[in-house]
């Protein structure tokens, strides 16, 4: 594990400083002309690096950091963390690749504020789950099994519960009527105490040869009227 950690950073790193010195370099070697290449070839093929670099870069770098934040916190921690770094990487990359092209971003600009405002509107809930479970990950109120008591009047009121799992839109509890599965949006606005207790175990299901038909008993165990 720490390796593969490591190994992440060290390419991260790599193929970080490469796309940036395509980004930066790309457009001084196509404005002094020292090259024998033509200079719009120049300013393609500085792109086509840093596109490519830069993509590995974010990947690395986002895997990196998704394996430290679950060494401190949980899996979903570190998959919701390595998401997030990987849209906003690539993100980057493509602006960055616009602008060595010379590409104008003005109206894509105003196109990407637009759609996200028509994206966020559309996916108010499901976007407020997602950063309300990075919230409950990162403060950590409650953990996967502790026994909790949740106070919510949005929820019904007052009732005592044990946390099976948390995820990137709901968190799911066990009460005494069953498991339900709680909005994390709704679990963030709920008040959470600790309760004393051990985590339940599974119930596992017995047989019971007294019950069973006659027919699926062995013969020498089946009754003679």
Avoid: C
């Avoid at 993509?55 to 690395?60: C, E, S």
């Avoid at 493509?94 to 010379?102: I, K, Q, R, S, Y």
């Avoid at 196109?111 to 997602?130: E, M, R, Y």
């Amino acid at each position: 594990m720490t390796g593969a950690r490591e190994h992440n950073w060290t390419i991260g790193t790599i193929t970080g400083l490469i796309a940036l010195a395509a980004f930066v370099g790309g457009p001084k070697l196509e404005k002094l002309k020292i090259t024998a290449l033509d200079p719009l070839h120049v300013t393609w093929i500085s792109a086509a690096i840093l596109l490519v670099f830069g993509v590995i870069a974010t990947r690395r770098i986002a895997a990196g950091l998704g394996h430290l934040v679950t060494l401190r916190s949980i899996a979903a921690a570190g998959a919701a963390v390595r998401l997030l770094a990987t849209g906003i990487g690539y993100i980057v990359v493509v602006f960055a690749v616009f602008g060595v092209l010379d590409v104008p971003i003005d109206q894509l600009l105003v196109g990407a504020g637009l759609a996200g405002v028509v994206l966020g509107i559309a996916a108010q809930q499901s976007l407020g789950n997602v950063f309300a479970a990075l919230v409950l990950l990162l403060a950590r109120p409650f953990k996967v099994g502790d026994h909790v008591r949740i106070r919510s009047g949005a929820l019904g009121g007052i009732f005592d519960a044990w946390v099976l799992e948390v995820s990137l839109t709901y968190v799911t509890v066990r009460t005494d009527d069953g498991e339900l599965k709680i909005p994390n949006s709704a679990m963030l606005a709920a008040g959470v105490g600790q309760l004393p207790g051990a985590p339940p175990e599974p119930v596992t299901p017995r047989t019971d040869l007294s019950r069973q038909p006659d027919v699926d008993r062995p013969s020498s165990e089946r009754q003679v009227p």
